[in-house]
């Protein structure tokens, strides 16, 4: 008889106790999310973009530092062969932006998902690279995240609608 009270005091213990572990939420995600993010394949074919990854996909996005940490680490190699992602809720189109790697010679004005090499971890960015401060480029940069202002609003509040945003 004490043996089955203590079981169940140490059930219940566990399962009120332990709902608010993140790998619990990890384990067991809330539902299936809006989110999608679309690798484009050319803005010359008439080819359909191919999904990337989804919300459930994403473990948090981090609003401060703008990581994105997934729940299965391959699909950063995925993200890697393309070069453009756009992101949607449900049907509605929200954002694109430019795939970026350290060893890019290139400069992009607008938002990019760039991979660090100090951490092998993508980050959403202004632009590519962060340093590049002449010409003006702020000034662009500044106008092209007012444009995105509302989507990317939309965007942070479906994050944290699915318990996927920290700060």
Not at 11 to 38: E, N, V
Not at 81 to 108: E, K, N, Q, W
Not at 117 to 131: A, L, R, T
Request: hydrophobic letters at 40%.
């Amino acid at each position: 008889m004490k043996l089955t009270v203590r079981f169940v005091i140490v059930s219940l213990f566990l399962i009120f106790g332990l709902q608010s572990c993140d790998f619990i939420r990890d384990m067991f995600p809330s539902g299936k999310s809006d989110l999608t993010f679309k690798a484009i394949l050319s803005s010359k074919t008439k080819q359909a973009d191919t999904v990337l990854f989804t919300g459930n996909d994403i473990k948090w996005i981090n609003g401060t530092t703008g990581e994105i940490s997934f729940v299965d680490s391959t699909i950063v190699s995925k993200i890697r062969s393309f070069h453009l992602i756009s992101c949607y809720i449900g049907s509605d189109s929200l954002f694109r932006a430019t795939i970026t790697i350290p060893i890019m010679s290139s400069v992009v004005n607008d938002l990019v998902l760039n991979l660090s090499m100090k951490d092998n971890h993508f980050y959403f960015e202004e632009g590519y690279p962060d340093w590049n401060d002449n010409n003006g480029i702020n000034d662009i940069r500044i106008q092209n995240k007012k444009k995105r202002a509302a989507a990317w609003n939309r965007f942070i509040v479906e994050l944290k609608k699915e318990g996927r945003y920290s700060e």
